[in-house]
């Protein structure tokens, strides 16, 4: 039995049925860990969520920015841009609503206990404890899976407040734990997030760090798992950091990383566009 933790697939089943291929993934006996942005910008977001759902019973997933879209779409929340058109298959098909409320259920932030690892889609904000990270994701899958979740994301979207106070409370408080769990890439000292740079860890805006690399940085020994910054390739120097996005929609790579004895295997998505 092995256990994979897969970079975000962002539609590209054709590159997801490839991989499990590649890792002779069994279902049954292997399990997944999913870093979330399961769709949205690639060929087939529609099939991918299917065929996710289909293995439900053998992974574990996280919410990625895009996913929350689609959810937000879905509930009238937001209007779906030409970009997103590929997501229009899922709120069409006959299956939509099914898909639909088994990704509302999942969470922003899981614990792997038995790899002494934590899995989120954009990481650990460097100032938080592990605690305080779990509480603060719980605070908003609480209202994510309850009823109210319209009134999330009716309040989801933006960038401000950019930093975390314990004062804040209400809507701004959801929207900040939520761009810190799904959107962070560049944070500056007293931690506040930019959330426009999407480029290389290594150019960072002026007075900003990738959050990995922020000097107050709280250390752990607990191994934290992420996607979303497709411009790390997968590559982050630091121990205990596993970055998963390596770009598959973008003609990169798609990643498993195995946490058994932490090697990677990647399929390359350029060759069958
Ligand atoms: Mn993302």
Redesign the pocket.
């Known amino acids: 039995m092995s256990t994979y933790a897969i970079g975000?697939l962002q539609g590209c089943l054709g590159a997801f049925e490839r991989l499990l291929e590649q890792i002779n993934f069994k279902a049954g006996a292997d399990r997944l860990l999913l870093a979330?942005?399961l769709v949205a910008r690639g060929p087939d977001s529609l099939g991918t969520l299917r065929k996710v759902y289909g293995l439900r019973d053998h992974l574990r997933c996280v919410l990625?920015?895009?996913d929350l879209h689609l959810l937000a779409v879905a509930h009238g929340a937001a209007p779906l841009k030409k970009k997103d058109r590929d997501l229009q298959a899922i709120l069409d098909a006959p299956d939509g609503d099914e898909l639909l409320g088994w990704l509302r259920q999942q969470p922003l932030m899981i614990d792997i206990p038995e790899f002494d690892a934590v899995m989120t889609?954009?990481g650990i904000p460097p100032l938080w404890t592990l605690d305080q990270a779990r509480s603060r994701a719980r605070e908003v899958e609480a209202v994510l899976h309850s009823d109210q979740c319209k009134d999330l994301f009716n309040n989801m979207y933006g960038n401000e407040p950019a930093g975390w106070s314990d004062a804040l409370h209400g809507a701004d408080r959801l929207r900040v734990i939520t761009n810190h769990f799904?959107?962070m890439r560049f944070i500056n000292e007293a931690g506040e997030l930019e959330l426009q740079t999407k480029g290389e860890a290594a150019a960072p805006p002026p007075g900003y760090f990738p959050w990995f690399d922020h000097p107050k940085r709280v250390h752990y020994s607990t191994r934290i798992l992420f996607?979303?910054?497709a411009a790390l390739a997968g590559d982050v120097a630091i121990d205990g950091i596993e970055a998963l996005?390596s770009g598959c929609v973008w003609d990169g790579f798609l990643t498993a990383f195995r946490l058994e004895d932490q090697q990677r295997f990647q399929c390359d998505c350029r060759k069958h566009k």
């Open positions: 975000d979330g942005d990625g920015n895009h889609h954009a799904t959107r996607g979303h910054w996005d």
